[in-house]
């Protein structure tokens, strides 16, 4: 069987013990009858291949950066046909009478391509240091324009001369010849003889030779490795016989297929560590259907309000109605009192000021409207539920322990949808709920929670809530969108909705809610809500999105 290339380049290796690329080259080119098969390239890809890492360790080698000479179309030529010199001489010799110079110049442009004045005058000026040529210069008018023409001629030591141009013309290809075989300078020809002389026959290429030795797997690189062993092999011995591929430690295992958090559960858990880091308990939040009573009426939110209205709320319609149980009914009572005629029914409101000074709405409160079962429009029905166990506790007990509570759960509203709007999205909601606190400690822990967030610049426009007194909708500068952008709503909430509840007068609860799904969207870069739920989704997002750090992008 013929040997492989491998073979034959592993052989010479080993016979030199230490060899070069063009070495390697050259001798292959010599057992070889088609030489344009084999380039040198072909050889350094296979040197490659049977080199260390990522190749079979059959070799090792250096590299070394060097010149290669290769000759031009005129170092071919004259390899071919002889210098210009010995040219031209040839020309003259043929001819008796004297030449005219661009007849020369033509005749030779014919072998070596375009020969322009100055090459020209460099050959003749060659042969004139020789005395073999001499020239003469005829004026002659042509279409009554004066022209020079100049004449070439022999001398008398012109044959003397010609067999220098000769020998010259020979040794200068014989030059070329080993140029063009080995890819060397020949040692006489110096680095300025060569850009003076020699610069437009020979071309100089930088490229890399590999100094190639044996490396640890000379012997077996062509042993085909063995990758599995079988109860066979052991049983009858052949694996005594047999080499393993040894085991690949480093090798990365294929990526299983898994799953992946959605970004607002990932946001979502990123929101629940800072809040629990601040000192936040998370409430129950399991009141997808909840009833108007608990989502506005207890927050005071009078029963006119267009926030009630089919346009932002999502009605029931089985079942539409919530039982009578819906609170207990002295609870029940004290919420139509309160949106009727104010806080002056609260026990011990004879000399409380502030129980007094509340007038309520002053119409006539329906209990029938605050059953209307809904999809809650807020999570702060979630939270009006918590503050109204909270007063139940005290009302038994006379116990208040001050709590920091938070939610982050799915509400609803019946809204336009667009491109930032679905009907339904997330709410974080928190509140702090203690004695003697109000709107600058509000303000203190919106700006902890969005420093936490990173942006910490916040500020704050007064706004309006039915359930809240001051009420306060938070912005926050988004260094990446180089803008404030709007990012919660907030309030301390008011008398009439905590009263109500039990909680004792000198308790007051501040509070604040935001969406998930904005910060998600800016996190993501995402413009459309839809890229984010819903079956536009793109998994492949969802799958490569990283860990959430908020402020750490
Ligand atoms: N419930 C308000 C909203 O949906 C947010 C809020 C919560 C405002 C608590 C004040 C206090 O935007």
């Known amino acids: 069987m013929a040997q492989s290339l491998d073979d034959r380049i592993v052989e010479l290796v080993k016979g030199n013990g230490s060899i070069s690329s063009i070495d390697i080259h050259n001798e292959l080119v010599k057992n070889t009858n088609d030489e344009s098969q084999l380039s040198i390239e072909t050889i350094e890809s296979r040197l490659r291949a049977l080199g260390p890492d990522p190749g079979k360790d059959a070799l090792k080698f250096t590299k070394t950066a060097v010149d290669k000479y290769f000759l031009t179309a005129e170092g071919e030529a004259i390899l071919a046909s002889g210098s210009s010199d010995l040219l031209l001489a040839k020309i003259l010799q043929g001819n008796e009478e004297p030449v005219e110079q661009t007849t020369l110049k033509q005749e030779l442009s014919k072998t070596f391509g375009a020969v322009d004045d100055r090459a020209l005058n460099a050959i003749m000026g060659r042969l004139r240091k020789k005395q073999a040529i001499s020239t003469e210069k005829q004026q002659e008018e042509a279409d009554g324009k004066k022209i020079v023409k100049i004449f070439v001629s022999k001398t008398e030591k012109f044959t003397a001369a010609f067999d220098s141009v000769v020998s010259e013309s020979d040794a200068l290809r014989a030059t070329l010849e080993s140029v063009a075989k080995s890819n060397t300078l020949p040692s006489h020809i110096t680095a300025k003889d060569f850009k003076r002389d020699y610069s437009k026959m020979i071309a100089k290429k930088p490229t890399t030779v590999y100094n190639v030795t044996v490396g640890p797997n000379i012997d077996t690189y062509n042993v085909v490795l063995e990758t599995e062993l079988s109860a066979d092999d052991m049983l009858s011995g052949k694996w005594q016989d047999m080499t393993f591929k040894p085991l690949n430690f480093g090798a990365e295992g294929a990526v299983p297929d898994h799953g992946a958090l959605h970004p607002l559960m990932k946001v979502r858990t990123e929101y629940r560590n800072i809040l629990t880091n601040m000192g936040f308990q998370e409430m129950p939040t399991d009141h997808y259907v909840e009833s108007s009573f608990w989502n506005f009426d207890t927050l005071f939110q009078p029963q006119q309000h267009p926030a009630r209205d089919e346009h932002d709320t999502f009605f029931m319609?089985?079942?539409?109605?919530?039982?009578?149980?819906?609170?207990?009914?002295?609870?029940?009572?004290?919420?139509?009192?309160?949106?009727?005629?104010?806080?002056?029914?609260?026990?011990?409101?004879?000399?409380?000021?502030?129980?007094?000074?509340?007038r309520g709405y002053e119409y006539e409160w329906s209990a029938m409207e605050s059953r209307k079962n809904i999809m809650r429009t807020h999570t702060t029905a979630v939270s009006a539920r918590m503050l109204h166990a909270i007063g139940q506790k005290y009302v038994a007990t006379g116990e208040f322990e001050p709590v920091k509570l938070f939610s982050i759960d799915r509400v609803f509203r019946n809204e336009t949808i667009d491109a930032t709007h679905l009907a339904e999205f997330h709410q974080v909601e928190g509140f702090v709920c203690g004695r003697g606190l109000h709107i600058g400690h509000l303000m203190g822990i919106i700006r902890e929670f969005f420093t936490k967030l990173g942006m910490p610049e916040v500020s704050f426009k007064p706004a309006y809530n039915p359930y809240t007194e001051p009420s306060m909708e938070i912005f926050a500068f988004h260094p990446g969108l180089n803008k404030y952008i709007e990012v919660g709503n907030s309030g301390v909430f008011r008398p009439e909705m905590l009263r109500p509840m039990g909680l004792p007068a000198d308790v007051t609860v501040v509070a604040w809610g935001l969406s998930l799904e904005r910060p998600t969207m800016i996190k993501c870069g995402i413009d459309k809500i839809r890229k984010l739920v819903g079956h536009k989704l793109d998994l492949d997002m969802v799958a490569n999105d990283p860990v959430c750090r908020m402020g750490m992008n």
């Open 317 to 358: 319609k089985t079942p539409a109605l919530a039982g009578t149980d819906v609170a207990q009914p002295d609870y029940f009572s004290s919420v139509q009192q309160t949106h009727e005629h104010g806080l002056g029914h609260i026990k011990g409101a004879e000399t409380d000021v502030e129980c007094q000074q509340s």
